[in-house]
């Protein structure tokens, strides 16, 4: 991998191919396993040392609860694909692992 990242596109080129595949990727998981896609967003700000900083949000409602996924997508670790699917995969797991609806729960949005 380069430190430049030159290879990726740069930011927004990353992160228009990151939430294409990711956006088919979080919907086909609502599909499986009975959640609700809600929206898939993204933003960007400038890190300390001034560089941008882009993370992905995914909400997804699932068992009730309004469940909120967000991740780090630039820097790239992967290509945006791979990435995706990684984000998805993850998501994936913490649905299943940590959503459990409650008697009288207030179902307030979690965060994954």
Do not use: K
């Amino acid at each position: 991998m380069t430190d430049d990242h030159a290879t990726w596109g740069g930011p927004q080129a990353y992160t228009d191919a990151f939430l294409r595949s990711a956006r088919r990727a979080v919907q086909d998981l609502c599909e499986r396993r009975g959640g609700e896609f809600e929206s898939l967003t993204h933003d960007a700000v400038p890190d300390a040392a001034g560089n941008v900083v882009v993370a992905a949000t995914a909400v997804v409602v699932f068992r009730g609860h309004r469940c909120v996924f967000r991740r780090g997508i630039w820097p790239p670790s992967h290509p945006p694909g791979t990435r995706a699917a990684i984000y998805a995969s993850v998501l994936e797991e913490r649905l299943l692992t940590r959503v459990h609806p409650l008697p009288g729960d207030d179902m307030s949005p979690l965060d994954l």
